[in-house]
């Protein structure tokens, strides 16, 4: 079946612009993930959905951050007024359910390079 | 907090020989942990994963990782490396059971 997509692959935006990177998950999987891939940082979680409780965002870096999920399915990330340090590789993650038991099944990401 | 520690950032190894990745973990309490590969320009991929039980464990394209208690380690193993393993590498701690924390990924070279 087909797996994690991520829209679109890459984004080139101007510092103080707003940006929205889309996940689709797999079919079924009720755990939805948002990781940045940055140089120097690593993987960074940012956010998390299950189901319809209230999403994690402990790992968002600011309020200008923001995620969500719409009937328990397609998920969009919000960056407004981007800075050049929001370059990165944001990733998408899904898993059947919650817990460490059920792999998430990672996108192929989407590249943010705010200039 | 939790953390993970991946002390070499690049590592090359020639076609055939063996491989060890190096992964150091912080966690309060028995630790689920993971190995990811990401490939160039490919998303990540699970090779293995330790929940309890026995301390070695198997994954996929012949990779292999021992959990040692003592040493808060969980370094990554394969025998006899191949050109396509070349590849970055992921060690993960769960963090309470919802997102995962990566150490900061080693970079895999293979010399012919």
């Known amino acids: 079946g087909a797996g994690v997509s991520q829209s679109p692959s890459n984004k080139v935006t101007e510092k103080g612009k707003d940006v929205e990177l889309r996940c689709d998950p797999i079919?079924?999987?009720?755990?939805l993930y948002w990781y940045r891939q940055s140089l120097g940082q690593g993987l960074e979680f940012l956010i998390y959905?299950?189901?319809?409780?209230?999403?994690?965002k402990s790992g968002l870096p600011s309020d200008r951050f923001s995620a969500e999920r719409t009937g328990g399915s397609v998920s969009t990330l919000t960056i407004q007024r981007t800075q050049q340090e929001d370059s990165a590789v944001y990733l998408c993650?899904?898993?059947?359910?919650?817990?460490?038991?059920?792999?998430?099944?990672f996108g192929p990401g989407t590249r943010l390079t705010v200039l | 907090a939790q953390s993970v520690t991946q002390p070499d950032i690049h590592i090359t190894v020639s076609e055939g020989a063996s491989l060890e990745l190096r992964c150091n973990y912080s966690?309060?309490?028995?630790?689920?942990l993971f190995w990811y590969v990401q490939s160039p320009g490919q998303g990540l991929q699970l090779l293995l994963k330790?929940?309890?039980?026995?301390?070695l464990v198997q994954g996929i394209k012949g990779f292999e990782a021992e959990f040692k208690r003592s040493q808060s380690s969980f370094n990554l193993r394969k025998p006899s490396v191949h050109w396509s393993d070349a590849a970055e590498y992921f060690c993960?701690?769960?963090?309470?059971?919802?997102?995962?924390?990566f150490g900061k990924g080693t970079t895999l070279s293979v010399s012919s």
């Open positions: 959905f299950q189901g319809n409780s209230a999403p994690d």
């Open positions: 079919s079924g999987h009720t755990a």
């Open positions: 330790y929940f309890s039980g026995d301390t």
């Open positions: 966690y309060g309490a028995t630790p689920y």
């Open positions: 993650a899904s898993s059947t359910t919650s817990g460490s038991l059920n792999e998430q099944f």
């Open positions: 993960a701690v769960d963090q309470a059971g919802t997102a995962l924390i």
